[in-house]
């Protein structure tokens, strides 16, 4: 595995606000505590293309992000396991970017919008993107690769996300949302530079052992940087938190924050719809706002 460079880490944050709200993929009883430890931020060298939006120009867009085909194979939650060593994981990534499977419902090009759209978990309207998302997105997930805060782009490592909404812009704006306009909050709030996309990174390393941290410095440096967050801008910087009452160090709830749970997924795959640039060479991914789904019939749940 690659040797990661040595980093200088400066502190960042003295204190984001009170978070409220709970995702259901962990849980953490530090909610008061999580930056005690102080989030970070890394002094590092600017990406070679910050400006860049990931997201293919609107006369490509047709071809690179065709509407999914019903017979288009789906990436499942029985597709990953939890535990998998950094070489285990290296090798399932190049297997799933190879593969035909890719995110269920998908962001794909809807000619009668003329935009790039996500297909919603509920009934409504498809919500359209552009480039403040893919921009921001592309640009989070090449700083953690340049940063080694993640290796590889799929679930079981940087694969979904989270956002973090400012309690005053909460409360002000986007708690007045009715049901029925869940497509417009989803456009305004992934277009918004006040709010930060937060990440789990290293999701299914096997970073314990007994339940407590396995003494290796990848493996370490990995758990020590698994929670990142970026604002929905251009140039954005990470900032690393910690939650030092959690064994693998996940944190789920930021003070001063409205943790909204329902982020995105989003997954490398060789014909995805968008691109970002690791070590010279170029990858394409694809963004859904589905959760993984369980294989129909199968019965099976991250196996």
């Not at 805060?149 to 409360?171: E, Q, T």
């Not at 052992?209 to 396995?214: R, S, T, V």
């Amino acid at each position: 595995m690659r040797r990661k460079k040595a980093l200088e880490i400066s502190a960042l944050l003295a204190a984001l606000f009170l978070a409220a709200a709970v995702d259901g993929r962990a849980s953490s009883p530090a909610a008061a505590q999580l930056l005690d430890s102080a989030g970070q931020t890394a002094a590092a060298p600017e990406s070679s293309s910050p400006g860049s939006t990931g997201a293919p120009a609107p006369g490509e867009s047709a071809a690179l992000c065709e509407r999914p085909a019903a017979s288009e194979e789906i990436i499942y939650q029985s597709d990953f396991r939890w535990d998998y060593t950094l070489p285990e994981m290296s090798a399932r990534f190049e297997e799933m970017y190879a593969s035909p499977k890719r995110l269920d419902k998908r962001a794909y090009w809807d000619k009668t919008a003329k935009s790039l759209v996500l297909p919603p978990g509920y009934e409504g309207a498809p919500v359209k993107i552009g480039p403040p998302l893919t921009q921001a997105l592309r640009r989070h997930i090449e700083r953690a690769l340049e940063l080694g805060y993640a290796d590889y782009i799929f679930f079981p490592d940087m694969g979904h996300s989270h956002l973090l909404i400012p309690d005053a812009l909460w409360k002000s704006k986007y708690s007045k949302y009715e049901v029925s306009e869940n497509s417009r909050l989803y456009e305004d709030m992934l277009s918004d530079p006040a709010i930060q996309i937060f990440y789990h990174t290293a999701e299914q390393l096997k970073m314990l052992q007994d339940n407590q941290p396995i003494n290796d410095p990848q493996v370490l440096f990995r758990r020590a940087n698994r929670n990142i967050a970026g604002p929905i801008k251009p140039g954005a910087e990470l900032t690393v938190l910690q939650n030092p009452e959690s064994a693998a160090n996940t944190v789920n709830e930021v003070p001063g924050y409205r943790w909204w749970g329902g982020g995105f997924n989003f997954s490398a795959q060789k014909d995805g719809c968008f691109a970002y640039t690791h070590k010279g060479k170029t990858y394409r991914f694809d963004i859904s706002l589905q959760d993984l789904p369980m294989k129909p019939g199968s019965g099976e749940d991250w196996q």
